[in-house]
């Protein structure tokens, strides 16, 4: 199947600071890449749909500035954390759909904020 | 409002016996239904893909059932090995491919 690539698996950050996570499609081309956040033992929400070059479109309650969304090209979509406070600590995956109507996963980032 | 539900109780069978899962949904008209595979600490892993105008799916060991009238699916794993021990999440596509996770069932299979 279809390979997500996902970086970093774990960050540990100060609060305040920045944390980028890349989400990289390695063999196919992905014009829409999803960014989900999962707390322990809950179901994935889904943060915001990434479509390459364009801007991408948050769900109801999620923070635009705060979860900045990149996806410059057809397989990298990046999400930066910015001014993170411990209550963004959670586990951030990444999707991207094939163009057979498949969504891949990353492996996820566990994030920290101290 | 919207809502997808699976068994929040963790399901436990014996090895070689048949496990079954179940989704039902409310207030949604999915275009395709998918289950995935999660282990601790990973991302979710696609297992199969059911579509509104197919009633069942199978692939090697699973079986995916989707009953549009009751608004359920069921995710079945024949001759269960201790391997198939995960949670398994059941997911809506809805218009403009938005995918909808359920909050998973956790599999415990035995030897």
């Known amino acids: 199947g279809a390979v997500v690539s996902q970086h970093p698996s774990w960050v540990i950050c100060k609060s305040g600071t920045s944390v980028k996570i890349e989400c990289r499609s390695l063999?196919?081309?992905?014009?829409?890449m999803f960014w989900y956040r999962q707390f322990p033992k809950q179901s994935l929400m889904l943060m915001a749909t990434?479509?390459?070059?364009?801007?991408?479109?948050?769900e109801q309650g999620v923070e635009k500035d705060k979860f900045l969304i990149n996806h410059a090209s057809l397989t990298l979509s990046t999400l930066t954390v910015t001014s993170a406070h411990p209550e963004d600590s959670s586990f951030y995956i990444c999707?991207?759909?094939?163009?057979?109507?498949?969504?891949?996963f990353g492996s996820g980032t566990q994030l920290s904020v101290l | 409002s919207q809502k997808i539900e699976q068994n929040s109780e963790a399901l436990n069978i014996q090895e070689g016996k048949t496990a079954t899962l179940t989704c039902n949904y409310t207030?949604?008209?999915?275009?395709?239904l998918q289950w995935y595979r999660q282990d601790p600490g990973r991302g979710p892993v696609f297992l199969l893909l059911i579509r509104e105008n197919e009633k069942e799916k199978r692939k090697e060991r699973l079986k995916v059932t989707f009953d549009t009238t009751l608004k359920q699916s069921l995710f079945h794993i024949t001759a269960s090995q201790p391997a198939d021990s995960a949670t398994y999440l059941c997911a809506l596509i809805t218009g403009g491919f938005k995918t909808i996770f359920g909050a998973g069932t956790r599999l415990f299979v035995k030897a």
């Open positions: 207030n949604y008209s999915p275009a395709y």
């Open positions: 999707s991207a759909k094939t163009t057979n109507e498949k969504l891949f």
């Open positions: 990434s479509n390459e070059g364009s801007k991408a479109t948050y």
């Open positions: 063999d196919f081309q992905a014009t829409t």
